[in-house]
């Protein structure tokens, strides 16, 4: 059974460390951290998560922290952070021309054919000359182009890319997930958009690290990609994970929507 921490007048101990790691002060924004910590517990995701990048303070600093393993070392995955970058209460806003965000979490986290990575996306880009990268490693990634495009790969070796049209908006909670060798799930605010047809990892990696609003070099060192790589997106609850269901993403995508709203930042 799970006490409910406001009545007990204590909180989750992994959403303390947390809260205490940062720090956060503000009442509002440590119970909204409380609550996300025990949604993803109660549907059982917490224990396939390897990071979580939460994103709503102003600062560097502060936003630079994993929520599953707050500890200021790069083997927690803490976020270094290159070139321009602006914090808001919003998320983290790449400037499209030098910023990228090196997370230090390397494909080798993951089981073969086992991946999720999810972004809850805040802004429109329209009319992209290029794709614009949000994640970039050797393996697995996630772009935008067009107003109304997005395409990725998780954990792909070959095949087709996981695309599909957005309807209206580029704003809302992007997931990728892959459970089997042959197939890649893209989904959109928790629903099935696309299952595309891609060969999975089968053999060992190393030095492959996942970078944010940009590219791996492929060495395992932070990417400077050329210029049409980087990602002028806001993005906010980034994470990385062990491979999904559809009840599992929609559950996901649930608790991250319902810790949003809790801030005031929802987009839908």
Request: hydrophobic share 35%; net charge positive.
């Amino acid at each position: 059974m799970i006490i409910n921490p406001y009545i007990y007048g204590g909180y989750d101990a992994d959403a303390l460390s947390y809260i205490n790691a940062v720090p956060i002060t503000n009442v509002t924004q440590k119970n909204a951290v409380n609550s996300l910590v025990l949604d993803l517990k109660t549907y059982g995701l917490w224990s396939k998560v390897k990071a979580f990048y939460p994103a709503f303070l102003t600062t560097a600093s502060e936003n630079k922290w994993n929520l599953k393993d707050p500890r200021d070392l790069d083997v927690a995955y803490r976020l270094t952070f290159f070139g321009g970058f602006t914090h808001s209460s919003d998320g983290m806003l790449g400037n499209g021309t030098t910023a990228y965000a090196y997370t230090h979490v390397p494909d080798s986290a993951f089981s073969f054919n086992n991946m999720t990575a999810g972004w809850y996306n805040m802004n429109n880009l329209a009319n992209l000359a290029t794709s614009r990268f949000a994640i970039g490693s050797a393996y697995t990634k996630m772009q935008f182009r067009y107003f109304d495009s997005f395409s990725g790969s998780i954990q792909r070796i070959t095949g087709t890319q996981n695309s599909f049209t957005n309807s209206s908006t580029q704003k809302g909670m992007y997931v990728l997930t892959r459970q089997n060798s042959t197939q890649a799930l893209a989904y959109k605010n928790g629903v099935l958009q696309n299952t595309a047809t891609q060969t999975g990892v089968t053999t060992s990696w190393s030095g492959r690290i996942i970078v944010l609003f940009g590219d791996d070099n492929g060495a395992g060192t932070p990417s400077a990609p050329t210029v049409n790589l980087y990602g002028a997106w806001q993005g906010n609850c980034i994470f990385f994970a062990d491979g999904m269901n559809g009840t599992e993403v929609a559950n996901m995508t649930t608790a991250i929507n319902t810790f949003n709203t809790a801030l005031g930042r929802n987009v839908y």
